[in-house]
């Protein structure tokens, strides 16, 4: 109950992070209630009559292949977030230990950290992802690509939890922790870690926005799960066939809108978190 208030309290602190928080909550329900409303078989080739447009009987019309595009967005934007989720929690999760680890350890250690951190951020990132996609393209899944994205996810938030370690390991609470005779990984997990988490609750959600945005970066380019009707593929489909030439602006514009509505909201999360994390930035009442 105590963290529930925190939580509100958190959320009336920043309206901005509620508004976000409901979007993405807004989304997410529109995923999983939507199976109950829209048979999620519409989402199958050959499944209704093709070129549709949006009707009382077709809210967002359907494609070339006869899929219902409702149904394709009620099944492919959980599999979207799944990809952001994923990559973004593996990608985060590697850079906060490595971030912490390299930050306060110091030595030899962060010297290899840093080292391969600022090379691998000189490369083009979707260059790499590309590389990576289309060398086992036959065998890409939704968990796969998230798998894909993560392998560069996690460079951004070991650089900057790192820049943050390197300035808290000198206050006078962690000196204090170090003569209260407690161990280097009792310091970063005790004393650390719980003085970033709005900081890294913030890299939480721009590392799922980034990954988002790569997943369907690399899906409109066909490089993919052919066989998962996730957002980027729908759009995929949509170049593919020529369906703004041809006039079906619905079955680009309606994959657009759900992106859309996905980084607003996180991108609301982030700057409302961001807000929490440094005073400076809060309004003055």
Request: aromatic share 10%; hydrophobic share 55%; glycine share 10%.
């Amino acid at each position: 109950m105590r963290r529930l208030d925190q939580v509100l309290y958190y959320l009336r602190e920043s309206p901005m992070l509620g508004a976000g928080t409901l979007l993405i909550l807004l989304i997410a329900l529109f995923g999983i209630l939507g199976p109950v409303f829209v048979d999620t078989d519409l989402a199958r080739p050959l499944s209704t009559t093709p070129r549709l447009p949006p009707s009382w009987e077709h809210p967002f019309g359907t494609d070339d292949a006869g899929r219902e595009l409702l149904a394709v967005m009620v099944v492919g934007v959980p599999l979207t977030l799944r990809v952001g989720l994923l990559a973004g929690s593996v990608g985060l999760g590697l850079g906060i230990f490595l971030g912490f680890t390299s930050g306060y350890l110091g030595g030899t250690f962060d010297t290899i950290v840093r080292g391969v951190v600022d090379t691998l951020l000189t490369v083009p990132g979707l260059v790499v992802l590309i590389s990576i996609a289309s060398t086992i393209r036959e065998e890409i899944s939704v968990n796969i690509m998230a798998m894909v994205v993560a392998s560069l996810a996690w460079m951004w938030p070991t650089r900057v939890i790192r820049a943050q370690v390197l300035t808290m390991r000198e206050r006078a609470y962690v000196q204090m922790a170090k003569l209260n005779g407690m161990s280097d990984t009792e310091i970063i997990w005790k004393e650390l870690f719980p003085n970033l988490l709005p900081y890294l609750a913030a890299l939480f959600a721009n590392a799922v926005n980034w990954a988002i945005l790569s997943s369907i970066g690399l899906e409109a380019l066909g490089l993919g799960p052919q066989n998962d009707p996730t957002v980027g593929m729908t759009i995929y489909w949509a170049i593919t066939f020529s369906a703004l030439i041809r006039g079906m602006w619905w079955w680009w514009a309606i994959p657009i809108v759900f992106i859309g509505l996905v980084f607003v909201a996180l991108l609301m999360i982030s700057a409302g978190l961001d807000e929490l994390a440094n005073p400076k930035q809060r309004k003055a009442v």
